[in-house]
């Protein structure tokens, strides 16, 4: 259970200091993530991307959009096959409520998945 509270940790760090590398190596190599930013920016993949290299790309080009993204933890509650946090996303168009579930297996993100307040 602390494990996967670590990997929540590294994860927010490695998002806050856009560290793009750093954030998908906590990924498994078929590891998806779903959003609906990733819906309302690229419709035809469902919200869904898998795979390292779609992660890293989406990152790369999240971070060039918005530079000054960061997000403000508020609670991590984990067991020992998941991790749910909640953070507050700071962006341009201002602040909001989200929540982000991780699944975890042998210590690496297999799927996440993005909750917008």
Request: hydrophobic letters at 45%; a neutral charge.
């Amino acid at each position: 259970m602390q494990a996967n509270v670590e990997i929540a940790r590294a994860w927010l760090r490695a998002f806050n200091a856009h560290d793009v590398d750093a954030l998908v190596a906590l990924y498994a190599d078929d590891a998806t993530h779903t959003s609906p930013k990733i819906r309302a920016l690229h419709p035809e993949g469902g919200g869904k991307l898998r795979g390292k290299e779609a992660l890293a790309k989406w990152w790369r080009d999240s971070n060039a959009r918005l530079p000054n993204l960061h997000y403000e933890e508020l609670a991590i509650t984990a067991d020992g096959a998941r991790v749910l946090i909640e953070y507050v996303r700071h962006a341009p168009d201002g602040k909001s409520p989200v929540a982000e579930a991780f699944d975890i297996r042998d210590g690496k993100i297999v799927a996440s998945r993005v909750y917008h307040g």
